[in-house]
């Protein structure tokens, strides 16, 4: 089973019921199928030579179409984000894409296509590194998305009748995931247009939702209503627990349930108010996963010492595009262990990523745009707590002396490099960085500085 073929076989049985739904108007799964089918063959006749296909729509609903378009002719898409920096876009595009969709797929006939794909092809290409850096691929098969379906399911509650509601953009994992889940399953997604806004929310009436932490921050603000709700789905950063109980308190009969995972692993573990997990740590095990400690030297742990968490399931991905094949164990990224009870605690990261509202950001590539200016002496761009993005990066600066740089001149030099939410958020400047011993800049004792207030960073305004 592919994941076109499960689409194909639900959209067959369910004919006019809605599968997606924005504002008042809803198109039928009989026309959806139509509409991806007659996309996948003007799509497969331009095609003239081998590679993904790179997604860069705005509209949710042709992003959708042209996603399941590629899944029925095999060929692996990537949604990526159309406000990336172009030169970040291009350098993205240059590799390993035989071309890009930048326009609605308009079909302009139906034929059913005749390719037989196998569920272990390549179907999905996620950007794992957003705008930093060297851009990364981690390709995922059809058969380890449906795994991860079949895993939410053993865990979840979802229903025939359900609605899910998916407010993000689609070229986030969290919420293309949730929005093809639910037309596997024959569900109604529910797609608000245009950017995330919480005054558009209610007008939906939905089973399921899914949030990033900082979407969830807004509408705990507004005291969003959604009328039906039973699930929040909440990942890509984790959620303070301030956060996570002000939801509680606002919506007190509602699950809300937090993801550990990455694009790499898909779900790693969960936290559910109806089915919780111990205090301090990432949640308790999904169903098929399993974890292995390791020490610095690659042997695992025994008991419950803490090391390098690894991954192995049916879930993970098949490689990094360009790169070899994955190995049977993935590293997750994080430092931890693992208690009797099957949960999950971290204790550190092994890289320097940022997670902030769900995207990953890259401080040593920033460092490096940074101290090429030439009136910077050194960068350091560290992550700081953020009750509403999880996570934010800030810039701390040694200027060359008798150099200066507002912070505006800054701000808008990253935004231009990385784009806005791969940006720092604050800058702060400092006469000198501490180093180690080796002469390298001392991260850890920056961030130490920052979060007791140390007068020697000094915000610039």
């Excluded at 042997?299 to 049916?314: M, R, Y």
Aim: with cysteine; charged share 20%; aromatic share 10%.
């Amino acid at each position: 089973m592919t994941l076109f073929a499960l689409f194909a076989r639900i959209a067959g049985e369910l004919g006019t019921k809605p599968a997606i739904r924005q504002r008042n108007t809803a198109v039928s799964y009989a026309q959806l199928y139509n509409r991806v089918i007659g996309a996948a063959t003007r799509i497969e006749a331009q095609l003239d030579r081998p590679g993904g296909i790179a997604i860069a729509l705005r509209d949710r609903v042709e992003l959708l179409i042209a996603f399941l378009a590629c899944a029925a002719i095999g060929r692996p898409a990537a949604p990526i984000d159309p406000d990336l920096p172009k030169a970040r876009l291009d350098l993205i595009l240059s590799r390993h894409f035989a071309t890009v969709i930048r326009e609605p797929v308009f079909p302009t006939g139906y034929s059913a296509p005749a390719i037989a794909h196998h569920p272990d092809a390549e179907f999905y290409w996620g950007l794992t590194s957003g705008s930093t850096g060297e851009p990364k691929l981690v390709a995922r098969s059809h058969a380890s998305w449906i795994a991860s379906f079949e895993a939410a399911e053993q865990v979840f509650d979802f229903h025939a009748d359900d609605t899910i509601l998916v407010p993000g953009p689609l070229h986030h994992s969290l919420f293309l995931y949730g929005a093809i889940h639910g037309l596997c399953r024959g569900n109604c997604v529910a797609l608000p247009p245009g950017p995330f806004r919480v005054d558009r929310l209610s007008a939906y009436q939905a089973s399921h939702l899914y949030v990033i932490p900082f979407m969830l921050g807004k509408m705990i603000a507004g005291q969003t209503p959604i009328p039906g709700l039973r699930q929040v789905f909440c990942g890509g950063a984790k959620l303070e627990p301030t956060l996570s109980q002000s939801a509680k308190t606002l919506w007190p009969d509602i699950d809300l349930v937090e993801f550990y995972g990455a694009t790499e692993t898909s779900f790693v573990s969960f936290h559910s108010t109806k089915r919780p997990a111990n205090s301090g740590s990432v949640g308790r095990i999904f169903p098929g996963v399993r974890i292995e400690i390791r020490d610095t030297e690659g042997k695992p742990v025994n008991g419950s010492g803490s090391g390098e968490i690894f991954v192995a399931s049916d879930m993970l991905f098949e490689r990094y595009v360009g790169g070899l094949q994955a190995e049977k164990w993935v590293s997750a990224g994080d430092v931890g262990w693992l208690d009797g009870d099957n949960c999950l605690y971290l204790t550190g990261r092994k890289n320097r990523v940022i997670n902030s509202k769900g995207l990953k950001i890259h401080p040593e590539q920033i460092e490096a745009a940074l101290t090429a200016r030439e009136e910077i002496e050194a960068a350091a761009v560290i992550g700081v707590p953020d009750l509403i993005r999880g996570s934010a990066a800030v810039a701390v600066i040694a200027f060359k002396p008798g150099r200066q740089t507002e912070r505006a001149a800054l701000s808008a030099f990253c935004r231009a490099e990385f784009g806005e939410g791969y940006s720092p958020l604050r800058y702060y400047q400092s006469d000198r960085l501490p180093t180690t011993s080796s002469g390298k800049l001392a991260f850890s004792a920056i961030a130490e500085g920052l979060d007791r207030g140390d007068p020697s960073y000094r915000e610039l305004t």
